[in-house]
């Protein structure tokens, strides 16, 4: 990976924290990370850039144990496949939660977290890795709703 200055960077940084990809119209494909042309339609396709929505599903993940020099503060860890809800697949790493919390179908969205910091502290990248969406909260309603109902239940059988 290439660092070719500061300015680069930040004008990279802008990029990166908007989750852009492309959309063909022809096809009604989204791709990421972005491309000029779509890869289905060739020459036919009509591309234009698209921010997703950051939200999306573990397709599949690894848990990495040894990580290599630059990343070894965050070993272990998990590195999964993440489908966004617009169709593409990203790799990226899966933060705020234990890798045996991490399982396929598991709803995530993406934040803005530091990437790595090099060895002699001067450059720090910063981009998207993705983190559980927290719908706790949904689970919990749904077990009350499903008890009120049981209990309605049970009170016109006994009534
Ligand atoms: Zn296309």
């Avoid at 020459?43 to 630059?70: D, L, M």
């Avoid at 860890?77 to 919390?101: A, N």
């Avoid at 998207?128 to 499903?146: C, G, M, N, T």
């Amino acid at each position: 990976m290439g660092v070719s200055g500061v300015p680069r960077h930040w004008r990279s940084l802008r990029e990166r924290y908007r989750l852009l990809g492309t959309y063909c119209e022809n096809c009604e494909t989204s791709f990421f990370p972005p491309r000029k042309i779509c890869p289905k339609c060739r020459r036919r396709g009509r591309t234009k850039e698209v921010e997703f929505s950051g939200r999306g599903r573990v397709f599949s993940y690894t848990v990495i144990h040894v990580g290599s020099k630059t990343f070894e503060e965050y070993a272990p860890y998990v590195i999964g496949l993440i489908e966004l809800e617009e169709g593409p697949r990203v790799l990226s790493q899966i933060v705020d939660c234990k890798p045996e919390d991490v399982h396929i179908g598991m709803k995530v969205e993406a934040c803005f977290r530091k990437l790595f910091e090099q060895d002699d502290g001067g450059i720090i990248s910063y981009g998207f890795k993705f983190r559980p969406v927290d719908d706790s909260w949904v689970e919990y309603y749904r077990r009350l709703l499903a008890e009120k109902e049981a209990g309605a239940a049970q009170t016109q059988s006994t009534g």
